[in-house]
């Protein structure tokens, strides 16, 4: 008999996981205006606004609070992502302080000085970008006929947002930016990165016997978006475009940490016009209100690192498909037999 309802812990930690909504309390309500005034004056660092933390916040991390398992290896992993989740929350109610940044780190840490050292070198990179655009409605039906090929039943929403495209899982919810323009290339690289990854994941994981496999286990983060970013070079959609703006995001990271938005805008100007500039400094600086302070949300940097992550797991004999039973991370292949 077990001493611990592992079945009654899991539902806990995935009802209050669904109730956290994590990005979109990140997302700030000016950001417009404020670019505008980047725009005009490059010594400007942005001062921006976020909706109030959800009051549901509190009630929340006293549900995670009272949750208690063992030490076995399922035990320990519903430990450990309540922990974290208790960490996403007190960076939510943190949103607009300086000290996101220390909540932020726990969750996500920063870039190694190699991989800094390795990004800086392909922020080189020569690109071209592409001058065919989609109308919103064809992305949107992209997206569906993707979804629908796979048989999934999924809704495709634009939503005003930093990132390109982003999901939700419990809903079955693919976010797409509404001022983001898509090339031909963007759709194709876009449905390996997020159908033919992340979604595929979660739907496979929502299989499993616990619903920890498709919300994802503890840490899973950087092997989630190195695989993503694996997978479009498998395909031959990891242009050095993309590459390039994923090694930005890296030393935005790193310079955010110690400098102020218009720092980091202004260095990478030298290598992005100021539109792609902008994105990746407000991905940064996201969460923070006065951003001529040093600080950052760290998150931008797993991509790179987690490219690498991934690469490193397959040199050593890694099976990728170990990593596609659900949202689970390189470090968790080992136990996947006790579980």
Not at 23 to 42: A, I, M, T, W
Not at 81 to 100: A, H
Not at 291 to 317: C, E, M, Q
Request: proline share 3%.
């Amino acid at each position: 008999m077990e001493l611990y309802d592992y079945q009654r812990i899991d539902k806990e930690i995935a009802y209050n996981y669904r109730r956290i909504l994590f990005l979109p309390s990140l997302q700030p309500v000016n950001s417009n205006r404020e670019k505008e005034k980047l725009f005009k004056d490059r010594t400007y660092s942005p001062q921006l606004k976020y909706k109030a933390p959800d009051k549901s916040l509190v009630k929340l991390r006293q549900n995670l609070m009272k949750i208690r398992t063992d030490t076995s290896v399922i035990g320990q992993l519903f430990n450990q992502r309540r922990k974290e989740l208790l960490t996403q929350i007190d960076l939510l109610m943190n949103v607009g302080k300086p000290s996101i940044t220390k909540y932020s780190m726990e969750l996500y840490g920063q870039p190694s000085k190699d991989t800094v050292r390795k990004a800086t070198r392909l922020l080189d990179l020569e690109s071209e970008k592409e001058t065919t655009i989609y109308s919103k409605l064809s992305v949107v039906k992209k997206f569906l006929d993707s979804l629908l090929t796979k048989g999934l039943n999924w809704r495709v929403i634009e939503r005003d947002m930093v990132a390109a495209a982003a999901f939700n899982v419990s809903e079955k919810i693919l976010y797409i930016n509404t001022g983001r323009k898509f090339s031909d290339h963007d759709l194709k690289r876009l449905v390996v990165h997020e159908i033919g990854t992340h979604v595929t994941r979660a739907e496979n994981g929502r299989k499993q016997k616990y619903n920890l496999f498709y919300l994802g286990f503890p840490g899973y983060a950087m092997t989630e978006e190195g695989l993503a970013v694996y997978n479009e070079d498998r395909s031959g959609l990891l242009s050095n475009e993309v590459l390039k703006k994923y090694a930005g995001r890296v030393v935005a990271v790193d310079l955010a940490l110690k400098n102020s938005f218009s720092t980091v805008y202004n260095y990478l100007l030298e290598f992005f016009d100021k539109e792609d500039a902008w994105t990746l400094a407000l991905r940064v600086k996201r969460g923070i209100s006065n951003t001529s302070r040093p600080g950052a949300f760290t998150k931008d940097h797993i991509y790179l690192s987690g490219f690498y992550l991934i690469k490193d797991f397959v040199r050593k004999g890694g099976n990728l498909k170990s990593l596609y039973v659900g949202k689970i991370g390189v470090q968790h292949v080992p136990y996947l037999k006790k579980l």
